[in-house]
């Protein structure tokens, strides 16, 4: 899965969640996007979440 769909997937997880977006959030998204697409790169997704959250918490 490329970077830019994973990075659309987490956006949408963070927007749909209701809450705003915390550091707290990100192993909660690996677990959603694990079950959502099993075959998906833990590791990848985790930096990738670290990414987003901490360019919407600036």
Known sequence: MS??????E?????RNSG???NPKMVCSI???M?????H?????VASIANEII?????
């Open 10 to 14: 987490i956006r949408g997880v963070i």
């Open 19 to 21: 809450f705003r977006a």
């Open 30 to 32: 690996v677990k959603i």
């Open 34 to 38: 694990n079950m959502k697409y099993s």
């Open 40 to 44: 998906i790169d833990n590791k990848k």
């Open 3 to 8: 970077d830019i769909t994973i990075k659309k």
């Open 54 to 58: 901490n360019e919407q918490v600036v």
